[in-house]
């Protein structure tokens, strides 16, 4: 085990410097990202992770061949397909209350990503899909619910005017993700990370495109700032 210079605790495996000190700064272990990464790779780094801390560990953007992998490596862990996401050791669900909301069906993939980290972290999550703004009776017919989350994600592409109405209607944090859903001009998510950015309703956090793990992290945040406990 070794110490930085800010005097917190990894443990270099060679290919990866494990952060095992997370945990005590942030609420929550380190979340491995799994693209570029073997297998065999990801299951040391997360049986280190397992022994130095007592919170859930995640593997994030998964696919199901290596999930399949790592799960023969490490047991006791689940695989959610839709999220792409690998757990160990979930939270149980808590009394911080998550509404993740998509404009469109197409956004469904951005959403189980939100929904599979939010749950696993303890966020008791709820869902609902396909209310965008093409037809803003969908969106009203559930405002009171996104009214009285603790906090909402709002999933949208090509215009991304879902996180203006959205953010108009509730006084709680809203977590705008845009994604790469739309035709040309919606260049890949460009376009709605630029109308969230821009967006007329005050105060909205706004993450990457296609960021499902940012959004329900950010959520995370408010939470373990929540819960910190005073002087």
């Given at each position: ?14 290919f ?22 073997q ?60 509404a ?16 599979a ?101 950010a ?13």
């Amino acid at each position: 085990m070794n110490a930085d210079a800010g005097g917190s605790s990894y443990i270099d495996l060679g290919f990866a410097r494990v952060d095992i000190g997370r945990e005590s700064r942030q609420g929550l272990p380190e979340v491995v990202y799994g693209p570029g990464k073997q297998p065999s790779d990801i299951a040391a780094i997360v049986q280190r992770l397992l022994a130095a801390n007592s919170g859930p560990v995640l593997v994030t953007r998964v696919e199901p061949a290596a999930a399949t992998d790592v799960l023969e490596a490490v047991p006791d862990g689940a695989y959610d397909r839709g999220g792409r996401l690998l757990t160990w050791r979930v939270s149980p669900g808590g009394d911080f209350t998550l509404a993740v909301v998509t404009a469109g069906t197409a956004d469904r993939a951005v959403a189980d990503e939100v929904v599979a980290v939010g749950r696993a972290i303890g966020l008791n999550v709820t869902s609902y899909h396909d209310v965008g703004v093409a037809g803003l009776h969908r969106l009203l017919a559930v405002a009171g619910e996104l009214a009285a989350a603790d906090a909402v994600v709002v999933i949208a592409g090509m215009e991304a005017a879902l996180a203006s109405a959205v953010g108009g209607l509730v006084g709680c944090p809203v977590i705008a993700v845009p994604t790469s859903t739309g035709y040309g001009a919606a260049f890949e998510g460009v376009t709605a990370l630029l109308g969230m950015l821009s967006s007329c309703a005050a105060g909205i956090t706004v993450v990457n495109i296609d960021s499902g793990f940012a959004a329900a992290m950010a959520a995370h945040r408010m939470l373990h700032t929540m819960r910190r406990p005073g002087p």
